[in-house]
T-cell receptor
Framework: RKEVEQDPGPFNVPEGATVAFNCTYSNSASQSFFWYRQDCRKEPKLLMSVYSSGNEDGRFTAQLNRASQYISLLIRDSKLSDSATYLCVVNDLAGGATNKLIFGTGTLLAVQP | EADIYQTPRYLVIGTGKKITLECSQT?????MYWYQQDPGMELHLIHY???????EKGDLSSESTVSRIRTEHFPLTLESARPSHTSQYLC??????????FGNGTRLTVT
């Protein structure tokens, strides 16, 4: 089993739709969580951190479920410009000063006009 | 927001050449990383550093080497480039448990 798992998609949705992605992680001791967005042939860019109480940034809502070990990203009122790959990133604290970043394989979102 | 720069942006080079990909960050981040990514594929960690004079190999075996003589620089070197090294190389940095910030990448083509 992979340490971080995402549905690769693609998710094809019409403009204006609401779409949700889940990401599961295997290490219950994982400490911090992030969603990144990556456009084709570009570098990943931080979309939002994921906090225990859940957090919202405009049309985007991120949630963490520690009991079930998954994080989610909800996008409301999808725009064409939301088309990208969404990467889930989990930061495991391996002890001492080290910490390990684990990337999911990404979920491809294609918003259709 | 972190400022992290990679040069060159694109590089086309012949087999057997030695190349160095540059990565610099101006935020004083202690941790720096090199990832390799083929188009449409996942990121693979090839090297990382937790501070000056600290370098470690990542999850993906790589023929490249890195150095961290100064906090802000983390160059990656290929002694003898091969077509199999053709890929995108992404440098990133972070401080503590903060999010990772990526440079805009170097797209390498070895002919």
């Amino acid at each position: 089993r992979k340490e971080v798992e995402q549905d690769p998609g693609p998710f094809n949705v019409p403009e204006g739709a609401t779409v949700a992605f889940n990401c599961t992680y295997s290490n219950s001791a994982s400490q911090s969580f992030f969603w990144y967005r990556q456009d084709c042939r570009k570098e990943p860019k931080l979309l939002m951190s994921v906090y225990s109480s859940g957090n919202e940034d405009g049309r985007f809502t991120a949630q963490l479920n520690r009991a079930s070990q998954y994080i989610s990203l909800l996008i409301r009122d999808s725009k064409l410009s939301d088309s990208a790959t969404y990467l889930c990133v989990v930061n495991d604290l391996a002890g001492g000063a080290t910490n390990k970043l684990i990337f999911g394989t990404g979920t491809l979102l294609a918003v259709q006009p | 927001e972190a400022d992290i720069y990679q040069t060159p942006r694109y590089l086309v080079i012949g087999t057997g050449k030695k190349i160095t990909l540059e990565c610099s960050q101006t935020m004083g981040h202690d941790k720096m990383y090199w990832y390799q990514q083929d188009p449409g594929m996942e990121l693979h960690l090839i090297h990382y550093s937790y501070g000056v004079n600290s370098t470690e190999k990542g999850d993906l075996s790589s023929e490249s080497t890195v150095s961290r003589i100064r906090t802000e620089h983390f160059p990656l070197t290929l002694e003898s480039a091969r077509p199999s090294h053709t890929s995108q190389y992404l440098c990133a940095s972070k401080q503590g448990s903060s999010p990772l910030h990526f440079g805009n990448g170097t797209r390498l083509t070895v002919t």
